[in-house]
């Protein structure tokens, strides 16, 4: 019976330490109203919607966010960021970005 015990005791020891990470990713979309379609009003929607997005990433508790796309329609501008909390392995270091 003690065999028994410590083997189920060991098998539940490798389980928690063997389960992956597992990241979490949120693809967002917010929408923002435009007073004109001039270009300071374009920018301060762009602007308006990257704040509201990374806001609502950092309430999720995200660590990461990147910008996905944007799109200015005929009275709204809507950006698409991507929030993660994983961290980018791949991602070449600050000073080699440029080279």
């Known amino acids: ?3 028994l015990a410590g083997l189920v005791a060991a098998l539940l020891m490798a ?3 063997a389960t992956p990470a597992v ?3 949120v693809r967002m979309q917010t929408v923002v109203n435009l007073t004109d379609r001039s270009d300071p009003a374009v920018k301060r ?3 308006e919607a990257f704040d509201t ?3 609502g990433a950092v309430a999720m508790g995200f660590a990461r966010i990147r910008v996905d796309g944007f799109e200015v ?3 709204v501008v809507v950006l698409a960021t991507v929030a993660t909390d994983e961290d980018d392995e791949d991602e070449a270091p600050d000073n080699t970005r440029d080279q």
Request: hydrophobic share 55%.
């Open 1 to 3: 019976m003690r065999t």
């Open 15 to 17: 389980a928690v330490v």
């Open 23 to 25: 990241a979490r990713v």
């Open 45 to 47: 929607a762009v602007k």
């Open 53 to 55: 997005s990374l806001r």
């Open 73 to 75: 329609l005929r009275d």
